[in-house]
T-cell receptor
Framework: GDSVTQTEGPVTVSESESLIINCTYS????????LFWYVRYPGEGLQLLLK?????QKGSSRGFEATYNKETTSFHLQKASVQESDSAVYYC????????????FGLGTRVSVFP | DTTVKQNPRYKLARVGKPVNLICSQT?????MYWYQKKPNQAPKLLLF???????READTFEKFQSSRPNNSFCSLYIGSAGLEYSAMYLC?????????????FGAGTRLSVL
């Protein structure tokens, strides 16, 4: 079946430093799945951070970026300068197909940003 | 409004007793999902409704039931709770169709089985 592997947390960074969370995927149900990053801030539900549906394209939101690399089957999340408000759990996910059949998630990476 | 609401936020259940969790959305989404999240594990899809059609995952087929009496409402039912059902249950919804699998999640219901 499909699977997603991402950086094991917790990850601790200082404010203004850069952050990268690695994500690689294996998709058996579809050749080029839609790829997602979701985030869960403390006390809140999971929410979409960014999404890319075309291989080779880059998605960005709130200063975060991720590029869909079909050669390496990766979708790493990066931010050049983090803030304390970026402290959250980040989940990489893939769409099981291009229709509404749900997402396969990674384990999640807890990120703590210290001032 | 992109809100998915789940009730209650916390639920306590006894082993062997039934459990019913509730989810609603007002976005007129045609698909609604239930995920189970345990500590140090990825969220796991249990089942989803596309319109009125229920799809249950093969490995949880017999453990969970669901109903969707209308477009806005979906419930998750456990007939006889066991300790292994203790988890966070996440409801989500999405518009169906190609490339439309962006899910909107509720805040979750934390179920503790004693």
């Amino acid at each position: 079946g499909d699977s997603v592997t991402q950086t094991e947390g917790p990850v601790t960074v200082s404010e203004s430093e850069s952050l990268i969370i690695n994500c690689t995927y294996s998709a058996t149900s579809i050749a080029y799945p839609n790829l997602f990053w979701y985030v869960r801030y403390p006390g809140e539900g999971l929410q979409l951070l960014l999404k890319v549906i075309t291989a080779g394209q880059k998605g960005s939101s709130r200063g975060f970026e991720a590029t869909y690399n079909k050669e390496t089957t990766s979708f790493h999340l990066q931010k050049a300068s983090v803030q304390e408000s970026d402290s959250a759990v980040y989940y990489c996910a893939l769409g099981r197909n291009n229709y509404a059949q749900g997402l396969t998630f990674g384990l999640g990476t807890r990120v703590s940003v210290f001032p | 409004d992109t809100t998915v609401k789940q009730n209650p936020r916390y639920k306590l259940a006894r082993v062997g007793k039934p459990v019913n969790l509730i989810c609603s959305q007002t976005m007129n989404h045609d698909t609604m999902y239930w995920y189970q999240k345990k500590p140090n594990q990825a969220p796991k899809l249990l089942l989803f409704y596309y319109d009125k059609i229920l799809n249950r995952e093969a490995d949880t087929f017999e453990k969970f039931q669901s109903s969707r009496p209308n477009n806005s409402f979906c419930s998750l039912y456990i007939g006889s709770a066991g300790l292994e059902y203790s988890a966070m249950y996440l409801c989500a919804s999405s518009r169906g169709g190609p490339s439309q699998n962006t899910l909107y999640f509720g805040a979750g219901t934390r179920l503790s089985v004693l």
